[in-house]
């Protein structure tokens, strides 16, 4: 199992973080407490099994440790940030600053393709220039998120969110099979029978009369304009209904 440590310290001579052999969860922390903590450990432990690292703690284990040496019990907003690498599961945790209110505007990347059959989609690794290339693009752009397009012209994720859509009275997200990473808000809305898995192109984003962005940290995260195909309201309904769901769980 892995060993959990508060101490971030590794030595880059041996660490396999040199190679991004390495996982890591973002996990919202509200009240002191870490949300949904479950599924990113079933996440964690999924990709800990394809990339053979030892697997984590249970859930009931890492919230002792969290208690025991008081790490994030005192922000009533943050981050609690693991890493899975060398054998260790490092935790530490940081407050998180209220999203700006500005609108989010949307668009699709134009420099990077994300490819349907590469199986490190599904876990967030250490490998992370792909999105990070993403969320720059997106700031170069003045735009908030560009989501991947695979190899087939089909639509993906953001750097840093999952896409959703509504279209006709029913909301869709690209399905893991299409590149998909299967992020934790993501799932709890397909589970809550919300939401449903579809192939998105983008020009399908034209006739949706909703679109957001999710993630754990940041929930739901209305899209106002999007790139091409003009504004969209904020105020959904289906956007109330998913973030009451979310909060729910």
């Not at 407490?33 to 996440?43: A, F, G, Q």
């Not at 420099?111 to 693009?137: D, M, Q, V, W």
């Not at 449903?196 to 899209?223: K, M, Q, S, Y």
């Amino acid at each position: 199992m892995l060993e959990l440590s508060l101490d971030t310290t590794v030595d880059i001579t041996t660490s396999a973080i040199r190679h991004g052999a390495g996982l890591f969860e973002t996990i919202r922390i509200q009240g002191g407490m870490p949300c949904h903590l479950e599924l990113h450990l079933e996440r964690l432990a999924s990709g800990c099994a394809f990339l053979g690292l030892e697997a984590p703690p249970k859930a009931s284990q890492v919230r002792d440790f969290l208690l025991v040496h008081g790490v994030g019990i005192d922000l009533d907003y943050g981050a609690l940030r693991l890493v899975a690498v060398d054998g260790k599961l490092f935790l530490f945790a940081n407050y998180l600053p209220p999203r700006s209110p500005h609108p989010v505007t949307l668009g699709h990347s134009q420099g990077t393709i994300r490819f349907s059959g590469n199986p490190l989609n599904r876990f967030k690794t250490l490998s992370y220039l792909e999105n990070h290339r993403l969320a720059k693009e997106a700031h170069e752009r003045g735009l908030f998120e560009v989501i991947a397009l695979n190899e087939r012209n089909a639509l993906t994720d953001g750097g840093r969110t999952s896409l959703f859509a509504s279209i006709s009275g029913q909301v869709f997200t690209p399905p893991v099979s299409d590149g998909a990473l299967p992020g934790i808000a993501r799932r709890v809305l397909l589970e809550g029978g919300w939401a449903e898995e579809a192939t998105l192109r983008w020009e399908d984003l034209a006739r949706a009369d909703g679109v957001f962005l999710a993630n754990a940290l940041r929930g739901i995260i209305p899209v106002s304009e999007i790139e091409g195909h003009g504004t969209r309201i904020p105020e959904h309904p289906f956007l109330i209904k998913a973030a009451q769901l979310l909060e729910e769980k």
